[in-house]
């Protein structure tokens, strides 16, 4: 099993370009991370370099990114109205959300260990 997830995407984040793929990608994992990003949004910018420093410590989970412009039907279907917005899936369902930064303690200045709380406790 380690060497199946070390043989894919487990351990990085990865960006996915196309929506089929990332609706098959979150439905078949057993634990599934996804921000939803804009390129031109700061605090997007933030957020990934959290969850770049969270992919490499998690190997149970898949980390991911997808640019809106590419998934309109998936902002449509979990109503992603705010940025960033991070959802977590476990067994291709909705487990946790984060949007903006107003729940993260300190705003733009949270820390990756506050995030990486939130996430584990929403994957029990």
Request: glycine share 8%.
């Amino acid at each position: 099993r380690t060497r199946r997830m070390q043989g894919g995407d487990y351990g990085r984040y990865t960006e996915v370009k196309i929506e089929k793929d990332l609706i098959s990608r979150t439905a078949k994992e057993k634990r599934c991370v996804v921000h939803f990003f804009h390129r031109d949004f700061r605090r997007c910018k933030i957020m990934d370099g959290h969850l770049e420093k969270l992919a490499p410590k998690h190997f149970d989970t898949l980390f991911l990114r997808a640019d809106v412009a590419n998934v309109p039907f998936l902002v449509t279907k979990l109503a992603i109205k705010t940025l960033p917005c991070v959802i977590g899936f476990v067994d291709g369902t909705t487990k946790m959300k984060i949007v903006g930064f107003d729940e993260l303690p300190g705003g733009d200045n949270f820390a990756t260990s506050t995030l990486e709380q939130g996430m584990q406790e929403c994957g029990k």
